[in-house]
Antibody
Framework: EVQLVESGGGLVNPGGSLTLSCAAS????????MNWVRQAPGKGLEWVSS????????YYADSVKGRFTISRDNAQNSLYLQMNSLRADDTAVYYC???????????????WGRGTLVTVSS | EIVLTQSPATLSLSPGERATLSCRAS??????LAWYQQKPGQAPRLLIY???NRATGIPARFSGSGSGTDFTLTISSLEPEDFAVYFC?????????FGQGTRLEIK
């Protein structure tokens, strides 16, 4: 069974930094586009960033562009999200999600981790 | 950015009833629309992809339809475990966007 396990969340001061990790298993990680999606408390889903299988293409939401950096280590089956200059409105559960392989574009998100909570507060 | 608008915000129905949820896109997304179900404290689960294809393991009571800008998720006969929040998502163009969600609650 495909598994995605996020870690690295916690409480951080405004302006601070945090790095999230996502450990993947039971599938060929290097074949898939991977994604981060967040959900503020009591709110809907917000796509954050995507990275293609060989890191050729990387995309960011405008709300995090210039502050967050997505990366992956295919040898370690791991996805990362480096978050800098954190703000209160970055407070959310951050999910790692796999995009299904699609004929065109990025596929739907077929597997999700359980998420890790990031709280930005002084 | 493609904006997805879901309606209604909340739908109150009883088990056994039929549920119809709507998702409207601000511009055409072709058939690149997915539906997700989310229960409290859980991650979203993919239900429908490319407008009308059920994901692996999803019961046949869930069906999706539509193309272009108007999409529908139908649950033919509600089971107790179907009461949850449902989100639509488009992958036609960047940025990927989600609708704001429809909460399906027990009447």
């Amino acid at each position: 069974e495909v598994q995605l396990v996020e870690s690295g969340g916690g409480l951080v001061n405004p302006g601070g930094s945090l790095t999230l990790s996502c450990a993947a298993s039971e599938f060929t990680f290097s074949d898939y586009t991977m994604n981060w999606v967040r959900q503020a408390p009591g709110k809907g889903l917000e796509w954050v960033s995507s990275i293609t299988s060989s890191t050729t293409y990387i995309y960011y939401a405008d709300s995090v562009k210039g502050r967050f950096t997505i990366s992956r280590d295919n040898a370690q089956n791991s996805l990362y999200l480096q978050m800098n200059s954190l703000r209160a409105d970055d407070t959310a559960v951050y999910y790692c999600a796999r995009a299904a392989i699609a004929v065109a574009g990025t596929g739907p998100f077929d597997y999700w981790g359980r998420g890790t909570l990031v709280t930005v507060s002084s | 950015e493609i904006v997805l608008t879901q309606s209604p915000a909340t739908l109150s129905l009883s088990p056994g009833e039929r549920a119809t949820l709507s998702c409207r896109a601000s511009q055409s997304v072709s058939s690149y629309l997915a539906w997700y179900q989310q229960k409290p404290g859980q991650a979203p689960r993919l239900l429908i992809y490319d407008a009308s294809n059920r994901a692996t393991g999803i019961p046949a009571r869930f069906s999706g339809s539509g193309s272009g800008t108007d999409f529908t998720l139908t649950i033919s006969s509600l089971e107790p475990e179907d009461f949850a929040v449902y989100f639509c998502q488009q992958r036609r163009s960047w940025p990927i966007t989600f609708g704001q969600g429809t909460r399906l609650e027990i009447k």
